[in-house]
């Protein structure tokens, strides 16, 4: 028996979306036995699918869909509805729903209903039915009972307004959304050109054209939303399945189900959210028992919140339940030899947290069938991020995880900066701006410190590295580009632009030749000709007719080794563009000691360097401390600590200069500062001569630069003071 | 009688070379080319075709043959190939020639170098050999560049 494959499709698309109604309403129902008007739709959904399936004579379907009616009616009957076999007739249903699925599926794949027997799940079914004896006296025809609504032949869909809609081919949207893609480039060419005629009757047609250009760009975009409940109508199965499986109590919660994203993104975000909810509610959410011991309520909460903020959509799954152990999340990493253990000592909580997202980190003590084993958070971050979205992680111990994703309201159109380097134009997707910077003359040499070779620039005291476009890009080596070589030698002795870009939680400088502005483009994808260049996103047709790239900062900056692998910042330097391997190579910051003795503290364990006058530090008892960004920092001296003979510390002596203090991070909360006498350099080299000292505070002696150098062990320095 | 074919045909250095008629979606005359830099040697870099974006290929390059002069610009020889658009930059453009297999040879010794890697054969016209192009192969960059 072959079926017309156009009736099919027709028939797959309306029988999946009365599936997930039908999902939606059982758990609906279970919490609300009573409501009536439930049972009814259940039921009409149930005889609507049984029908369709008659129509097209699908006959294993059909006799499902049937059984599942018939059980349906049996909870009409108060006495069913009041006994305990309510999860249990609904646990079948549900199943029957399962089964359901998978013959769709069958049917979408071959065109036939597959060979499976389903006839234990009919009698199952009957079985249940023989509580109550008399089934057909309750049966009345659906649609006579509520006459006006039930005519259509959506069965989802309880208003009359069905006859209002009509299903299109996503395809069909998709080509329309890129006509207008251009209608728009087309409309900016020729405002750009109304400018320049001078003519105001062509100026006012223009205008209308733009005015109209909008509304139009704005109409379709809003045909392709949907509202975001179509992916959530599937999570309060999924979380009362997974709660049941785990003996957990959890409700659920949403929260802003009308917010409308567009459809391809929907897509995207709907297995990144089943598994944060499965995370949530296998990690996060405690038993009833552990939640009452510590005085929660057994059942634990599970919200889901979607709004419209600046331009994005953020999406949050939330629980409260036991929150991330981040103690527990640092040994695991280093058990798995994610990161070393000196390493992890000095992460931030932020840090620790985004440790989640490595890939093959697992922190579930036991690996259930649901989540832990693994997999996951890094795929679901990688997801996110290739809708140009973003996932934040913020968690209290014993209150709850809070996950928050940031996606763009439609791909097709993104706002970005425009920027010009080596005479080209480029975009920079706003999502990765934080700031914009321009030095001008004195302050642009004096703020840009090279520190072996590595431009670093002091954003409010901060350090980040810079990274020179041009040079990425290789626009000088080309030499084609190399008339451009005069714009790039302007910039040395002019002005220095720099755009504060972020990638990755990680902050870093962009210095570009000039910044123009911002601009909504149309993303257009680069052919696979080019796909392999890490540092483009795209690229998109500008005013003028002319095209342009569009940056990917991810790549960029993982080109520029300003974020590596394992997260951590890694200042460039000329060596890593030269493209040599410092895989084994450390980078030390050098001070110089009492008595000229060289000494080096790891910089990844540096946070700020800073200038002090002597006269800012004050001192409770016998800590020196200083007050620096509201808070008091510890200040250590390290030639008092070092040569407790020395009767003059440095922050003692009358120094007339001013005191150079390096902020080492030692947890989120505490920063320490330790005066130093003078910085030298940053270097970046293989440390292959250790030797052990017995000397406190310092880890070990090495050669660097050709001279020994002591190497300051923090954590034992801070015990020595 | 032997099948025709039909082949557009084109001008590049001292050659002349053809492309199955059906390959090619149109020709244009010389844009802007906006340059991408890391790109593969090959790729000049993209130009607007009414408003889609494809790549321009430096088919003088791609072919090992020395450039053109400055003053004569390329125009757009634009082939579809999987479903992309991709202009191949050529010196000059010819008729659509109609010629019957009977006129084909395997790839002329004569011929060395990536000219040879990259052409089907060849058709004896009347005054001149017409090279067959290997569109495939052409915009194949990430191969070739291995190879």
């Not at chain 1, 002696?701 to 001279?707: D, E, L, P, R």
């Not at chain 2, 109609?98 to 890697?117: A, Q």
Request: hydrophobic share 40%; aromatic share 4%; net charge negative.
């Amino acid at each position: 028996m072959t079926i017309d494959r156009e009736d099919l499709t027709a028939f797959l698309v309306e029988t999946k979306e009365t599936l997930s109604q039908i999902e939606t309403d059982l758990v609906i129902f279970e919490q609300n036995p009573e409501d009536l008007e439930l049972i009814n739709r259940l039921y009409r959904s149930f005889h609507t699918l049984k029908g369709n399936c008659a129509f097209l004579s699908l006959a294993k379907l059909e006799a499902i869909a049937h059984g599942g009616e018939n059980l349906l009616n049996t909870l009409r009957a108060p006495t069913a509805r009041e006994s305990s076999s309510i999860r249990e007739i609904i646990n079948i249903l549900l199943r029957v729903v399962d089964i359901i699925k998978q013959i769709t599926i069958a049917l979408e794949s071959t065109g036939a209903e597959g060979e499976e027997d389903y006839s234990e799940l009919i009698a199952a079914i009957d079985n249940l039915q023989d509580f109550d004896s008399s089934p057909s006296a309750t049966i009345a025809d659906p649609q006579a009972e509520t006459p006006p609504a039930q005519s259509n032949q959506e069965g989802t869909k309880t208003s009359g307004l069905t006859d209002n809609f009509m299903r299109v081919d996503v395809q069909r949207l998709d080509e329309l959304m890129n006509l207008v893609g251009e209608l728009v480039l087309c409309r900016n060419q020729i405002v750009q050109f109304s400018d320049l005629l001078n003519d105001s009757s062509f100026l006012e047609t223009a205008q209308r054209l733009d005015l109209i250009t909008t509304d139009l760009q704005e109409g379709l975009r809003k045909t392709r939303m949907q509202p975001i409940s179509t992916v959530w109508s599937k999570f309060p199965r999924v979380v009362r399945d997974l709660s049941l499986g785990v003996g957990k109590q959890v409700s659920l919660e949403l929260e802003g189900e009308d917010t409308e994203l567009d459809k391809t993104l929907i897509e995207t975000i709907s297995d990144p959210l089943t598994h944060l909810i499965r995370n949530c509610i296998d990690h996060g959410i405690e038993t009833p028992d552990l939640r009452q011991a510590i005085g929660k309520p057994p059942e634990g909460k599970l919200f889901l919140r979607a709004f419209h903020e600046s331009g994005y959509v953020k999406i949050q799954v939330a629980d409260d339940g036991a929150g991330i152990d981040l103690a527990a999340l640092k040994a695991r990493a280093i058990e798995l030899n994610l990161i070393a253990a000196d390493r992890a000592a000095a992460l931030s909580e932020q840090e620790t947290l985004n440790l989640i997202f490595h890939p093959g980190l697992s922190t579930a003590k036991q690996v259930t069938n649901l989540s832990g084993r693994g997999v996951g958070m890094d795929v679901v971050k990688t997801n996110i991020n290739k809708i140009e979205g973003n996932i934040n992680i913020s968690s209290q111990p014993n209150k709850g995880t809070v996950f928050t994703i940031e996606i763009p309201l439609s791909l097709a159109i993104a706002r970005t900066l425009l920027v010009t380097s080596g005479g080209d134009r480029y975009a920079i997707p706003q999502m990765n701006l934080l700031e914009l910077i321009r030095l001008e003359g004195e302050q642009a040499v004096k703020s840009v410190e090279m520190i072996h070779g590595s431009p670093v620039y002091r954003l409010r005291g901060q350090l980040i590295p810079l990274i020179y476009l041009n040079e990425q890009l290789q626009l000088d080596q080309n030499p084609n580009r190399a008339k451009f070589k005069d714009c790039s030698d302007d910039r040395r002795d002019g002005t220095l632009n720099i755009v504060v870009l972020q990638a990755r939680d990680y902050p870093f400088g962009l210095v570009v030749d000039a910044i123009n502005d911002i601009r909504e483009i149309v993303v257009k994808p680069l052919g696979k000709q080019l796909k392999q260049i890490s540092c483009f996103a795209g690229a998109t047709i500008m005013g003028d007719g002319r095209v342009a790239l569009i940056l990917d900062i991810q790549g960029l900056a993982e080109k520029a080794h300003v974020i590596s692998d394992d997260k951590e910042i890694d200042l460039n330097t000329e060596s890593n563009i030269a493209g040599k391997t410092n895989d084994e190579e450390c980078q030390m910051l050098l001070l110089q000691g009492l008595d000229n003795r060289r000494m080096g503290i790891a910089l990844s364990r540096v946070a700020r360097l800073e200038n002090f006058s002597p006269q800012a530090i004050e001192r409770i008892g016998q800590k020196k401390v200083l007050q620096y960004r509201d808070r008091l920092l510890d200040l250590i001296d390290l030639s008092a600590i070092l040569n407790p003979e020395s009767v003059n510390s440095i922050s003692d002596s009358t120094n007339q200069g001013l005191l150079q203090v390096v902020v080492v991070n030692l947890d989120r909360e505490r920063n320490v500062g330790i005066i130093v006498e003078n910085i030298i350099d940053i270097v970046d080299q293989r440390i292959t001569v250790k030797s052990d000292t017995d000397r406190a505070g310092i880890e070990y002696a090495a050669v660097i630069q050709g001279k020994v150098t002591e190497i300051i062990d923090i954590e034992a320095l801070i015990a020595a003071a | 009688m032997a099948d025709k074919r039909q082949f557009c045909t084109f001008f590049l250095d001292r050659f002349f070379f053809g492309i199955a008629a059906e390959k090619v979606q149109e020709i244009v005359r010389y844009q802007n080319i906006t340059f991408v830099p890391l790109a593969p040697v090959e790729v000049r870099g993209l130009i607007n075709l009414r408003s889609q974006i494809a790549i321009a290929i430096d088919l003088r390059l791609r072919l090992d043959l020395p450039p053109l002069n400055d003053d004569r610009l390329p125009l757009n020889l634009v082939v579809r190939v999987d479903g992309d658009n991709i202009s191949l930059l050529v010196d000059d453009v010819g008729d659509v020639l109609d010629v019957s297999d009977d006129w084909f040879e395997p790839v002329p010794e004569t011929l060395t170098g990536k000219v040879r890697e990259l052409i089907l054969g060849a058709y004896k016209l009347e005054n001149r050999l017409l090279l067959i192009l290997d569109v495939e192969k052409v915009v194949d960059l990430n191969s070739s560049s291995i190879a």
